[in-house]
Nanobody
Framework: QVQLVESGGGLVQAGGSLRLSCAAS????????MGWYRQAPGKQRELVAL???????NYADSVKGRFTISGDNAKNTVNLQMNSLKPEDTAVYYC??????????????WGQGTQVTVSS
C-alpha cells in the first residue's frame, strides 16, 4: 500500500508565494518520478512540474520561471515552491508518483489534492 500526503495549500494574494509538500510512504521499492498536477473548475487536470529520480525537471510553460520543483530521494518527498502567483494558478493541486512496489510493479499514485486559491 502506497500513500501520498500533501500539505501547504491555502489562500494567497496575487504576487504571493506558497510551498507545497508531498511525502510518499508505504511499500515503495523505487520512485521513478514525482510531480504536481492541477485541476481548475471545468478544466482538465494538467501537469505543473515533474522531477525524475535523476533530478531532471519538466515544467508547464505557464509556470516556468515562477515555480520550482525539488525532491529528496532518501525521504521520498517532493516540494513545489510557487512564487509570483497569479489568479489563474487557482486550482486543486495533486501530487503524483511514478513508482515501483515489490508486490505490484510500476504504477502511478495520486495524493488527495490540496486547494490553492490566488486572489486578485
Amino acid at each position: 500500500q502506497v500513500q501520498l500526503v500533501e500539505s501547504g495549500g491555502g489562500l494567497v494574494q496575487a504576487g504571493g508565494s506558497l510551498r507545497l509538500s508531498c511525502a510518499a510512504s508505504g511499500s515503495i521499492f523505487r520512485i521513478n518520478a514525482m510531480g504536481w498536477y492541477r485541476q481548475a473548475p471545468g478544466k482538465q487536470r494538467e501537469l505543473v512540474a515533474l522531477i525524475t529520480s535523476a533530478g531532471s525537471t519538466n515544467y508547464a510553460d505557464s509556470v516556468k520561471g515562477r515555480f520550482t520543483i525539488s525532491g529528496d530521494n532518501a525521504k521520498n518527498t517532493v516540494n513545489l515552491q510557487m512564487n509570483s502567483l497569479k489568479p489563474e494558478d487557482t486550482a486543486v493541486y495533486y501530487c503524483n508518483a511514478d513508482l515501483n512496489t515489490r508486490r505490484t510493479g510500476r504504477d502511478n499514485y495520486w495524493g488527495q489534492g490540496t486547494q490553492v486559491t490566488v486572489s486578485s
